[in-house]
């Protein structure tokens, strides 16, 4: 099943490569450029690959935390959310991990998830609490069942490295942009011999680093969210055969394209990570979305009645995007994977109920204490609290804090 | 989130799935919107009673910041009559707070109708027999 | 003395490269063994887990469930059987009739509504869920495993060396079929 591991590496590293020589050939014609020589030229590659060995290597060290920082996650306890904690285990035991992910819960109300981490022993997955709220068991056994596909796939080291080169690419070309308004502004004002020095030569060098600078930007990330896209495709074959039970993930998917609030904590860099686009609401072009159609998602799933093999997957990829194979034949082992039947819990909670229990499960990521008085009235006390009493006001008991 | 009075980190209470806030240290009592809302119902009655509160002019009491956004409230009448009790009241409609005490007297003035889920939950909630 | 050194040199060569392949090949059957092993024992380990829940979930759910001492029987009964099993066919047939017995159970519950309000009981039922999950998850896992580590055993030229240290084929874990065929050797 995992050959695809292999194919993923190879496109890969092709992907990388040529992120990569985007960047050589930037930062070679930009020092070009400023300094009127090819022989300037080779520094500018030394420095391009200077910046992009110490993000990637700040990336390696601590990425994955700068990743769940910035996207406002929360590290949480088995008791904050027993179930989240059991499916994520018995999607750890069905792909065979290693280790347990370490698990994140995103306060932000739009449903989303996405996993981080170098490889499968430094995994990371991080839900959002909004997505907990709203799905029922299969639908989040799919979804995370996505997400050990991607850390199974080490899609998430693609997408850090890819990341870091596009970050990469993004930091030159602006600092360059702005430099070039910069010193053009003050060599009118202070020279009046700028232009002549390096005569026409240089002056189209100069032209080529600009369009580079700004065309480079582009290019990578079309690079980028191309494979991306193809990724999320394989994570929902992946899934599939995981939780052998599509119709989870189909319907997690309709769940979240019903919400269109954009998550506050995403950004283009980080979009391709999570399960469904965080970003929708603005308008991208088709050449520039992060993620397949999720209708289109949601149909292959749905059509896969017979088994939830990766054959099967493939086989209505085919007929519902009309496009060539994505999964390469060597993978395609003659497997029969059967659906299992849904689980037995029908509790679809209201929407006033689910506000609360998002509201409870963010106190509890926060520490918040939980104390039943015996009249009835649950008392929510925050971390903060100063005292160990709390009176309770509607019948008056004493209860202890700590 | 902390008492528009004394700032003191507030509790939240739940019974029959209704959460309300409170501060132990000065009983005061917070309904934000989402939690007025849950009690009023979404009936057209509801909102008319919200908005029928009149903004105090020339109030002499100091205004209190709102626990959410922390700016300061406006006063609101909440009774035809000269005794009424004065009510914090967010501007940005995050919610409503009663200082210990006002939720009785609102009670016992008897704007809202005494049948009513708000009324008759606060009742049960914090008043003690 | 240059043509027979030179010669030497690429006999002593291709004899390095050699043994190196048969180490990297024996490295990697030993790698597929062991992950087979850990496969099989994360099964293990979750059909343990599910004897002790269970006396827990039958006396939360008794006092609700007046009427349904027969389900109680079986999943008491089968649980002991399967504590008790001399052999793997024993456990395996055990084991499956415990799960056949539980998953009536889970839909019975849903009669109860008293009983599904009990935090006590929901928190339980998940954890017996979770636990069927992970058990069926571990089977298919195994099965994955083993199904790797068979190609590795049959196929050029890793067979050779298989044939060599004795690596010999795994049977795959099939639900039903268990019983009657000779699973890895392992003490419930």
């Known amino acids: 099943m995992w050959q695809q591991i292999h194919i993923n590496k190879r496109n890969s590293i092709l992907l990388l490569l040529s992120m990569g020589l985007v960047l050589a050939a930037l930062g070679y014609i930009i020092a070009a450029a400023i300094g009127g020589s090819p022989e300037a030229g080779w520094l500018g590659i030394l420095i391009a690959s200077a910046i992009w060995l110490i993000m990637t290597l700040v990336s390696f060290t601590s990425g994955d935390q700068i990743l769940l920082a910035s996207s406002r996650a929360a590290p949480v306890t088995p008791e904050v959310h027993p179930q989240l904690f059991n499916i994520v285990e018995e999607m750890k035991i069905a792909a065979g991990l290693p280790k347990m992910p370490k698990i994140y819960i995103i306060n932000d109300p739009a449903p989303n998830a996405f996993a981080t981490g170098r490889n499968p022993q430094n995994a990371s997955v991080a839900v959002t609490a909004g997505l907990l709220t709203r799905l029922n068991r299969d639908e989040l056994q799919g979804v995370i069942a996505h997400e050990v596909s991607h850390i199974v796939h080490r899609d998430i080291l693609f997408v850090t490295l890819a990341g870091v080169l596009l970050g990469s690419v993004v930091l030159i070309s602006q600092v360059f942009l702005r430099g070039m308004v910069y010193s053009s502004m003050s060599a009118r004002r202070y020279s009046s011999r700028g232009s002549s020095r390096g005569g026409g030569g240089q002056a189209l060098l100069m032209l080529l680093a600009v369009l580079l600078a700004i065309l480079a930007p582009l290019f990578t990330q079309l690079l980028y969210f191309a494979l991306s896209r193809r990724r999320e495709y394989l994570a929902d074959a992946g899934a599939a055969r995981l939780t052998r039970y599509p119709e989870g993930l189909a319907s997690a998917l309709e769940k979240i394209a019903q919400q269109d609030i954009p998550m506050e904590s995403a950004n283009q860099v980080t979009a391709p990570m999570y399960i469904a686009n965080p970003l929708r609401g603005k308008k991208y072009l088709n050449l520039y979305s992060t993620h397949p159609p999720i209708e289109q998602r949601i149909r292959i799933l749905r059509n896969m009645s017979q088994g939830a093999s990766l054959a099967d997957y493939e086989q209505f990829y085919r007929s519902v995007t009309h496009k060539a194979g994505m999964i390469p034949q060597s993978a395609l082992s003659k497997e029969t994977v059967s659906i299992r039947p849904p689980s037995t819990e029908k509790t679809d909670p209201s929407s006033l109920n689910q506000i609360r229990a998002m509201g409870d499960l963010m106190r509890k990521v926060n520490g918040f204490k939980f104390l039943t008085c015996p009249c009835g009235v649950i008392l929510k006390i925050p971390p903060n609290f100063p005292t160990g009493k709390a009176q309770c006001p509607h019948c008056g008991h004493v209860l202890s804090v700590s | ?129 | 003395m240059g043509a027979i050194a030179v010669l030497l040199l690429i006999v002593l060569i291709g004899l390095i490269l050699f043994l190196l392949a048969i180490i990297g090949i024996y490295n990697a059957l030993v790698q597929l063994r062991n992950q087979a092993d850990n496969a099989w024992s994360q099964i293990d380990v979750q059909l343990k887990r599910r004897h002790d829940l269970i006396p827990n979930l039958v006396e939360t759910a008794k006092g609700y469930m007046k009427h349904e001492r027969e389900t109680f029987e079986k999943i008491t009964e089968a649980r002991s059987q399967a504590m008790g099993a001399k052999n793997v066919a024993d456990a395996a047939k055990a084991e499956n009739a415990l799960t056949g017995a539980l998953s009536k159970f889970m839909l019975v519950v849903e009669n109860y509504p008293d009983l599904k309000a009990n935090q006590n009981f929901l928190a339980l039922q998940e954890t017996l869920t979770s636990t069927e999950n992970k058990i069926a998850f571990a089977r298919q896992a195994y099965n994955d495993q083993v199904l790797l580590y068979n190609n590795k055993t049959q196929m050029f030229p890793s067979n050779i060396i298989a044939g060599m240290f004795g690596f010999r084929k795994r049977d795959s874990f099939e639900i039903g079929e268990a019983a009657q065929r000779e699973t890895p050797k392992v003490s419930f």
């Open chain 2, 1 to 129: 989130m902390n008492c528009a009075v004394c700032s003191n980190p507030m509790i939240t209470l739940e019974l029959d799935q209704v959460e309300t806030d409170y501060c132990l240290t000065c009983r005061g009592i917070w309904l934000d919107k989402g939690e007025l809302e849950q009690l009023l119902g979404d009936t057209l009655q509801a909102q008319q009673v919200l908005q029928s509160f009149q903004i105090a002019q020339d109030c002499k009491e100091s205004p209190r910041r709102c626990p959410i956004c922390g700016k300061k409230m406006e006063k609101v009448l909440a009774g035809p009559e000269s005794k009424t009790t004065l009510l914090d009241r967010c501007k940005k409609g995050h919610g409503l707070w009663f200082d210990s005490g006002e939720l009785e007297s609102v009670l016992s003035l008897g704007r809202f109708d005494s049948e009513g889920k708000l009324p008759s939950y606060l009742k049960k909630m914090y008043t003690r027999k």
